[in-house]
């Protein structure tokens, strides 16, 4: 399937670019994690620490064994500060 | 109920008039207005305010209803905005109307919390030194669990 | 610090402004407003609000100084009227203005616990039935109690 | 000694006039309260239930067993209404 993943904050810093369509049969963000981090170093990085992460799956917060399926959009971003 | 999510600055007073003009049947109206502050030490410049575009409306959204499901709320207004701000600039705020203040105080207090915490804003300070994304605190998280 | 007791309106919206304007230091704005209500099913024609000149400004005075003993605050802002009001009017106003929004939320609870029973106003309502003086509530008796 | 004696609200409406000047030497709230009822049914109304009332000695809320010794105001109200 072809996911848009999304980055930001410092997450969208360290992988260079705010989005990208992935293709990938991962069956949990997890697993997505995984592919990612595998690519290149950058990614690495940007994944190095799930603790200081938080994902949104469509545009929900979720947790990281969250399953993908149906999934179109995929965002991976820091801890959020508004207010 | 009104959310606003926006680059351009908001007039306070005027949404605030506004909000509580249009109520005769709420006693009590609450405001809070989240302001830049400037750091004693270290003079800020600007802070930008980054966001996820969709997912934020959608997020206060959600929080606004549930605000709506938990007290006797007449009203809700939330305005937040992103983009690049100066010390003393609003941020953002959020309005309560209710029948009794009690409903409008706890109201206004839970959707602060989980706006802070719970919708997706990341903010970046740029001061002499440099730029640094402001971290989450462990507070703000704490703050959720007495709801 | 600025107390005002008076028989004007006053507006909400340009008081609010000018008070969270003043403050690049305070990141956390909290207003409350009470509004005469319309009573549901006995149609409020007006209320007119007695008060005790003199001792009603020191009574503001001394919770606002209190609040400021309590809680990390940058400033205090109260406006009550007295005299005629009609359904929609707002009757009063209190502004907190904090470092944090903890302090600003918990100042402002706490104002509007004391001005409630604490501060020499009573209000009388005037429906097709005729007069009657607003009785205390127990619940706003209790509300003293968390402080 | 001369007091201002002042009534609000409901008490002021029961006694008929907002204020007055007392000459006493009641050396509390509650002997002066005494001394008021004693003179006349308007008052003894007033005063019947003393936990419908407040009162304030030179402008400071106290009880009713409050001092009078140096006082030049007193006032009797209901429970207060603000906000």
């Given at each position: 399937m072809a996911l848009n993943v999304l980055y930001f904050a410092w997450v969208r810093e360290r992988i260079g670019e705010p989005r990208e369509k992935v293709e990938t049969q991962a069956a949990t963000v997890m697993e997505l994690i995984e592919e990612l981090r595998a690519r290149e170093e950058r990614y690495a990085m940007a994944f190095s620490?799930?603790?200081a992460l938080r994902v949104a799956v469509d545009q929900e917060l979720t947790e990281?064994?969250?399953?993908?399926?149906?999934?179109r959009e995929v965002a991976f971003f820091p801890p959020m500060t508004g207010g | 109920m009104r959310i606003v999510v926006q680059a351009e600055p908001f007039d306070f007073g005027a949404e605030a008039n506004a909000f509580a003009s249009g109520?005769?049947?709420?006693?009590a109206i609450v405001t809070f207005t989240g302001v830049v502050r400037d750091l004693p030490g270290d003079p800020l410049d600007r802070m930008v305010i980054e966001h996820y575009p969709g997912m934020t409306e959608k997020a206060l959204e959600s929080i606004a209803a549930e605000a709506r499901e938990r007290w006797s709320l007449g009203d809700v207004l939330v305005i937040h905005r992103h983009g690049e701000m100066r010390p003393g600039d609003m941020i953002m705020m959020v309005a309560t109307a209710a029948p009794h203040r009690v409903d409008a105080f706890a109201a206004a207090e839970f959707l602060m919390d989980y706006l802070?915490?719970?919708?997706?804003f990341w903010k970046q300070e740029f001061t002499a030194d440099g730029a640094e994304w402001v971290a989450s605190k462990d507070e703000d998280e704490d703050a959720l669990k007495r709801w």
């Open positions: 620490d799930l603790s990281f064994d969250a399953a993908l399926d149906g999934a | 109520h005769t049947d709420m006693g802070k915490s719970r919708a997706p």
